[in-house]
């Protein structure tokens, strides 16, 4: 069973990636293969961060990420909706620009290389303190601030929006077949551009719940390669709702498991590639069970 300071590190771990995965899930939706998630939520990473730092307030900081998240989601679908870019170049662009830009930034503002830390910082509070008196998850509860909230309750909401509400099946309809969504008065270019846009907020927000919920500080490429991992899990699981969170919780405990083993004598490196070696597993079981559903069939 779950030590509570595993379940605890689990809901660090796992916040960042669901509002990630929420991201990922509406532009997959809207028939637009956004791998430009990890640019998102780096760019959120350091606008947190900034924005926290120099106003001192961690929800200003938050309110920066989202500003952030969203100019360069707006960029990407600009140059994918009108300008007929290529979304996979485009997105590859975006990651390689964002990351080398907040490399430049943290020196030009701060004049710090590698990890940004200040007293300045403000984390963001925890909004459930009250929940952590109850048994077994109480510790994991209690560690989760507004955005934690917001993705654990954007998870149902998305669901109910995509598959119960007008806009949610426009939405669909034109990632599915954009001519008839046209056909019947639907702007897919407009709709496209919005929720990309809209997409990037939340990519924003990951970022700061990744610099400002579990820690209060910028480290150079922060995010460590965690839009891959929801790229990866949104081709896996066909953008469903579920499975999605399944192959990020997995993610998610893994790198909790990891960070637990650092404190047994474990090699740092062991518990870095602990997240990684388990979506690695979840991709062989995966092909292996979709190999047998065809043999099955033929």
Do not use: K
């Not at 606008?47 to 900081?61: E, I, K, N, P």
């Not at 460590?224 to 066909?238: F, I, K, P």
């Amino acid at each position: 069973m779950l030590s509570e300071g595993t379940l605890a590190s689990l809901t660090r771990a796992l916040t960042p990636l669901l509002l990630l995965g929420l991201s990922g899930l509406l532009c997959h939706r809207v028939g637009v293969f956004n791998i430009a998630l990890e640019g998102f939520m780096l760019a959120g990473a350091f606008a947190a961060v900034a924005g926290s730092a120099l106003t001192g307030q961690a929800y200003l900081g938050v309110v920066a990420a989202g500003l952030s998240g969203a100019v360069i989601a707006a960029a990407f679908a600009i140059g994918v909706i009108w300008r007929r870019g290529d979304p996979m170049v485009l997105g590859i662009a975006v990651n390689l620009l964002v990351s080398g830009l907040t490399t430049y930034l943290l020196w030009a503002v701060f004049e710090v290389r590698g990890t940004f830390q200040t007293p300045q910082i403000r984390p963001l509070p925890q909004v459930a303190a009250a929940a952590s008196e109850l048994p077994v998850v109480g510790p994991a509860l209690g560690t989760l601030s507004l955005l934690g909230v917001l993705a654990l309750a954007g998870l149902p909401a998305m669901r109910v929006f995509l598959d119960r509400t007008v806009w949610g099946l426009r939405l669909r309809g034109v990632g599915l077949d954009p001519g008839a969504a046209e056909s019947l008065g639907v702007d897919p270019r407009r709709y496209r551009f919005v929720v990309i846009t809209f997409a990037g907020v939340l990519g924003g927000w990951a970022g700061a719940q990744l610099s400002l919920g579990s820690v209060a500080l910028f480290t150079e490429n922060m995010s460590a390669g965690r839009g891959w991992v929801v790229v990866l899990a949104l081709l896996l699981t066909n953008g469903r709702v579920g499975p999605l969170v399944g192959v990020l919780a997995v993610f998610a405990l893994a790198d909790a498991v990891g960070i637990r083993l650092q404190t047994y004598g474990f090699p740092v490196q062991l518990s870095d590639a602990a997240p990684y070696l388990a979506t690695l597993a979840v991709i062989v079981v995966v092909g292996i069970r979709r190999r047998g559903r065809r043999q099955l069939v033929e």
